[in-house]
């Protein structure tokens, strides 16, 4: 059986999800500090190109600790006005 050359609906969804599961991944580890980063050997710089290197199934890890949470607007004005 003869396939075509283009890719079809489901690699293109496949590399969407994993393009989006990449920038979510590296958006975690932007988030932390550099004393964490440093903790689990990874440097600010080298961020693109750790996560570059996870296969499917890590880049769907999430991190154990819960996010931190927003602050509300009214503390934003508060601080402001401070």
Not at 4 to 17: E, T
Not at 49 to 62: G, I, N
Request: aromatic share 8%.
């Amino acid at each position: 059986m003869y396939r075509s050359a283009a890719p079809s609906v489901r690699d293109w969804m496949r590399n969407a999800i994993r393009n989006w599961r990449r920038r979510k991944m590296i958006a975690t580890f932007e988030a932390m500090d550099d004393n964490l980063l440093g903790e689990i050997g990874i440097e600010r710089a080298e961020i693109p190109r750790v996560v570059e290197s996870l296969d499917m199934r890590e880049l769907r890890m999430r991190p154990l600790a819960p996010q931190a949470p927003r602050r509300s607007a009214d503390y934003d004005d508060f601080r402001q006005a401070a």
